[in-house]
């Protein structure tokens, strides 16, 4: 475990699109964020990419600047698309930061969630440290889907290595990132999963990612996805993406082989669908297993989820990224 005689200067970027209410909240309660072990103090600082010409982020960032303290950098990134804002955010980070968390404006960490990140991180000297994504559910959600755990995130033993990582909890070494110069790829900005081939790219470039069970972070899950149509929808783009991105990758093999598994997948999803008679989470994982398979084979054959449509991205593309 590294030392450290000075507090560890942590950036976190938010990409924000017409979420006042979540924003205001991940806001606050990022200022509450503390550390309990002086081996990994740090200084916190947020980059907010509002990816809304129309700047409708700004009056959030304007009435937590009047009680909250820490510093926010306000960008607006009018070239709609996620991995645009993304690159946004990383061009806003200070120079002088180490890490580089990322965070969805729907979820909020506990006080101690950079904290946690940052002993996971000496503690392994990873490149990468992600977390679990714990979901909130409203009151009146079905509790079929709930009990389908379709919503719920990945989990691993405390420091597992890794080989992918996603935007929604994560931290990443800064100096990683300023070495290798990678970008998030904007040529997914309509399909989404520009952080799967993000951290695909980077763990080729030598980048090491471990998981810290002690980092969660919560989401909160509006009513309007809990039904079998948007999650079934969903788990499609995700294996859409998949495929998506190894074709940008331009690796006739590597297409070929997510095709296959996408097959596989298929398959599996199809002798297990029984299941759904014997309960909805052994049900949920076979209709998962059957729509991402399906997406995977899609993509492989070039067709793409435009999960974020031009009605989505909007009209205005002449737009330039400013500060304020």
Same mark, same amino acid.
């Given at each position: ?101 990322? *965070?969805?404006? !729907? @979820? ?9 990140? +940052?002993?996971?991180? =000496? $503690? ?57 110069? *990678?970008?998030? !790829? @904007? ?9 799967? +081939?993000?951290?695909? =790219? $980077? ?72 299941? +759904? ?48």
């Amino acid at each position: 475990m590294v030392v450290n005689e000075k507090p560890f200067q942590v950036t976190v970027i938010v990409i924000s699109y017409r979420r006042p209410e979540g924003l205001l909240n991940l806001l606050h309660t990022l200022d509450r964020q503390e550390s309990r072990i002086a081996n990994v103090a740090f200084k916190l600082d947020v980059v907010v990419v509002d990816n809304d010409v129309a700047a409708t982020a700004l009056p959030v960032v304007q009435a937590f600047e009047k009680s909250g303290t820490i510093p926010v950098r306000y960008v607006v990134e009018g070239h709609q698309g996620i991995p645009i804002a993304r690159n946004a955010g990383l061009a806003s980070v200070p120079d002088d930061s180490h890490f580089i968390c990322f *965070i969805d404006d !729907d @979820e909020w960490p506990s006080p101690h969630w950079v904290e946690q990140m +940052l002993l996971t991180q =000496q $503690a392994t000297d990873a490149d990468c440290v992600l977390g679990a994504v714990i979901p909130v559910y409203p009151p009146d959600a079905p509790k079929w889907l709930v009990n389908s755990r379709v919503f719920e995130s990945w989990t691993f033993p405390d420091q597992a290595p890794l080989t992918a990582a996603a935007t929604n909890n994560v931290m990443v070494s800064a100096a990683f990132i300023r070495r290798v110069g *990678i970008q998030f !790829d @904007e040529r997914m900005r309509i399909s989404g999963g520009s952080d799967y +081939l993000f951290f695909r =790219q $980077a763990v080729a470039m030598g980048m090491r990612i471990v998981w810290s069970a002690g980092a969660p972070v919560y989401e909160s899950v509006p009513r309007t996805r809990m039904n079998i149509r948007w999650v079934l929808r969903r788990q499609y783009r995700l294996g859409n993406t998949f495929a998506v991105a190894d074709r940008l990758s331009g690796k006739l093999p590597q297409v070929l082989a997510c095709g296959f598994k996408g097959f596989l997948r298929l398959g599996l999803g199809a002798i297990m669908l029984p299941g +759904l008679a014997l309960s909805p989470y052994r049900g949920m994982r076979a209709l998962v297993h059957v729509f991402r398979g399906a997406g995977m084979i899609g993509g492989s054959f070039g067709h793409i989820l435009e999960e974020y449509s031009q009605s989505r991205l909007g009209a205005d593309r002449s737009a330039r990224s400013h500060s304020i």
